[in-house]
């Protein structure tokens, strides 16, 4: 796969995929071109049988300062409209299978809601999360009102957006946006080792969890638990399903072969 501001490897490691934001002098500031890229690339990565998880990552200095602030600034609201930009950020969320972001440095604006659009955040401890969009007279529109909001709660999210502020690394594993934050260093390896861990699972099972937590966040309890109960059923169609229960009652490990 050969992309002009990203880089693929589909085979980083066993099962696991790495896709690197890579537009460096600008901060890995995110164009459309980007974006059309990386959408394309997580549809490939989805549908290729040897990968599992997916796990995006930017630089040490920053996982993305945002949208393209040069690319945006002479758009019109019609423009926008016709671009039709989010038509591609809603591919990347029905991502089927798990995608992790390791973050370091900067994750702003476009740049934390990608991170957000993510299922889970793996931060090293230079790592900044905002939504600073409100500073050039915008406010996010990629998910940062929703997202951050049922991640951290009103108060933190309402001041994030509100006035641009920057939080930790320390501060998003608080307030609970983050999974865990480790040196610099060892952040991309962190990130494969949390990638590794869900790969050692069915994909077939890990497909419909990640599907059924997502759907908390878009329905009502009721009709959740029932969306639950029919991926759960569903799970019993796997010979994954009969693979990991005859392995624990023969206690060995099981080898999940994904159907
Ligand atoms: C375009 C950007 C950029 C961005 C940084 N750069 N962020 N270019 N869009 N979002 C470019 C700078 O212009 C500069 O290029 C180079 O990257 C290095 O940035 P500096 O500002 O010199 O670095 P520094 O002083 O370290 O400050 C880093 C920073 C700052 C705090 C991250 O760059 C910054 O505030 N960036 C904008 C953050 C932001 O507002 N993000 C939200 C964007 S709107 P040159 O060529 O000058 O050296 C958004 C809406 C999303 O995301 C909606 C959904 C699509």
């Known amino acids: 796969m050969n992309f002009e501001f990203i880089l693929v490897t589909p085979n980083f490691a066993p099962h696991i995929a790495l896709v690197q934001l890579n537009r460096p002098k600008e901060l890995n500031a995110l164009n459309l071109q980007l974006m059309l890229e990386l959408k394309s690339a997580l549809k490939s990565l989805d549908e290729d049988e040897m990968v599992r998880c997916i796990v995006i990552t930017g630089n040490q200095q920053a996982f993305a300062a945002g949208a393209d602030i040069k690319q945006m600034e002479s758009k019109t609201a019609i423009d926008l409209l016709k671009i039709d930009q989010f038509e591609t950020w809603d591919q990347i969320r029905k991502t089927k299978k798990p995608v992790i972001a390791a973050v370091s440095g900067f994750a702003l604006g476009g740049g934390c809601e990608l991170a957000m659009t993510c299922d889970m955040i793996v931060a090293s401890e230079s790592a900044k999360f905002g939504q600073p969009e409100i500073k050039i ?123």
């Open 137 to 259: 007279g915008i406010m996010p529109g990629a998910g940062g009102t929703q997202r951050l909001t049922r991640a951290v709660g009103k108060a933190l999210a309402m001041e994030m957006v509100l006035t641009g502020k920057f939080i930790s690394a320390a501060e998003a594993l608080k307030a609970g946006l983050i999974n865990r934050v480790v040196p610099e260093e060892i952040y991309l390896d962190e990130a494969i080792k949390l990638a590794n861990e869900v790969c050692a699972m069915s994909p077939i099972a890990t497909q419909l969890a990640k599907e059924s937590v997502n759907k908390a966040f878009e329905t009502g309890l009721q009709e959740g638990l029932f969306f639950e109960r029919k991926n759960f059923y569903m799970t019993f169609a796997s010979e994954d399903q009969k693979e990991g229960m005859s392995a624990f009652v023969e206690k060995r490990k099981p080898a999940f072969k994904g159907h």
